[in-house]
């Protein structure tokens, strides 16, 4: 079963009828094991994905050409990707040709816990400031974002 609680002190507390008939339910002096996973906080994965949209407009790749001879296109998806890789969270595949393959994990709520989301966005800022923005602080970098997020 699950149940919420909510930290007061040094105490948790059951939310909602279910929860408090859940802890009804153990015995004084009863040990019980306990998963504890904080909900990931929407405007926090918002504010990520502005992070994102913020570097992803100021990054120019340069000119690239495919071997086919078409130019290629900068691609929100493929950038979010590379830099979730290069803020190390990715894993490794192997090709059916044998090669490897660096994918990047998923952000998904259901995926990534609020303290490994929260992680990511550290790294990810970092990541930013040293290949793309390198004339920003993480002060600067931060307040765009912040004023991103409150127009949206």
Same mark, same amino acid.
């Given at each position: 079963?699950?149940?919420?609680?909510?930290?007061?002190?040094?105490?948790?507390?059951?939310?909602?009828?279910?929860?408090?008939?859940?802890?009804?339910?153990?015995?004084?002096?009863?040990?019980?094991?306990?998963?504890?996973?904080?909900?990931?906080?929407?405007?926090?994965?918002?504010? *990520?994905?502005? +992070?994102?949209?913020?570097?992803? =407009?100021?990054?120019?790749?340069?000119?690239? #050409?495919?071997?086919?001879? @078409?130019?290629?296109?900068?691609?929100?998806?493929?950038?979010?990707?590379?830099?979730?890789?290069?803020?190390?969270?990715?894993?490794?595949?192997?090709?059916?040709?044998?090669?490897?393959?660096?994918?990047?994990?998923?952000?998904?709520?259901?995926?990534?816990?609020?303290?490994? *989301?929260?992680? +990511?966005?550290?790294?990810?800022? =970092?990541?930013?400031?040293?290949?793309?923005? #390198?004339?920003?602080?993480? @002060?600067?970098?931060?307040?765009?974002?912040?004023?991103?997020?409150?127009?949206?």
């Amino acid at each position: 079963m699950k149940a919420t609680f909510r930290k007061a002190g040094n105490a948790l507390h059951p939310v909602g009828e279910a929860s408090l008939e859940l802890l009804q339910k153990v015995k004084a002096g009863e040990d019980v094991f306990v998963d504890v996973v904080r909900p990931r906080n929407l405007q926090f994965h918002r504010k *990520f994905f502005a +992070l994102l949209q913020i570097a992803f =407009d100021h990054w120019e790749p340069g000119e690239k #050409t495919a071997r086919w001879g @078409e130019t290629a296109q900068k691609n929100f998806d493929r950038f979010r990707k590379d830099i979730i890789i290069l803020a190390g969270f990715y894993y490794t595949t192997v090709r059916v040709d044998g090669s490897l393959r660096v994918e990047a994990m998923s952000q998904s709520f259901g995926k990534m816990t609020e303290d490994e *989301f929260e992680e +990511l966005y550290s790294k990810t800022i =970092d990541v930013i400031l040293q290949r793309i923005m #390198t004339n920003y602080t993480k @002060e600067d970098l931060e307040r765009v974002v912040d004023e991103i997020v409150a127009f949206a």
